[in-house]
């Protein structure tokens, strides 16, 4: 397949995982978590949690698709840009394979891997995405790409600053930002990023 229909395959993937995340908020039980505090990734351990798990495992196989057809566009110069984008699909796997902490059960080791393939996955997309765009800033495209990595790291920094912040102001970093809000618009800035890329790849390169 070309970058063209690898890029189709990748974005109808990204489209559906985008679909079946929106459904999580209005099925039952879901619809009853506070999405301003709860992240996405606590539908997980509700009874339909299997539609988290295919939506995220279908935005890595979409993330995936859209990374090979910029390799076959030319378009991953830079080493790094292809390690990147590959620890942000690795991290969405991950935030599957293992779940998050249960609290009613207490902490675990799986939900220890779950929090930083979380974060593995939130920050490697962006800097992919930079990397990526970096040779090629003089179209407008990859300008594009760059912008949605920008954003997606601006849309993480409230999560930096409830870390940081939290020695002084004695208050959990989950707690001193409204997490599930923060973490769905970082989701959506990603989720962009990666439709940026797949417009990107199946476009002809000059």
Known sequence: MNSRAL???GVLCVAVSVVMYGLLHVLQP???LD???RTISQYALLSNGWVFDVATLLLA???LTVVVALRRAGL???PGATVALLLWVAGLVGVVWFEKHNWAAGPSMSGDIHRVASLVAFLSLPAGALLAAAPWLRATPA???ALG???SLLCFSPILWALVSEPWTGVRWWRAIPLGGVERLLGLAEVATVLLLAWWAARKPR
């Open 143 to 145: 300008r594009l790409v």
């Open 61 to 63: 196989a979409g993330s």
């Open 76 to 78: 991953l110069l830079r």
């Open 7 to 9: 890029s189709g395959v």
């Open 149 to 151: 990595g920008v954003v």
């Open 30 to 32: 879901s619809a009853q």
């Open 35 to 37: 999405w301003t505090s």
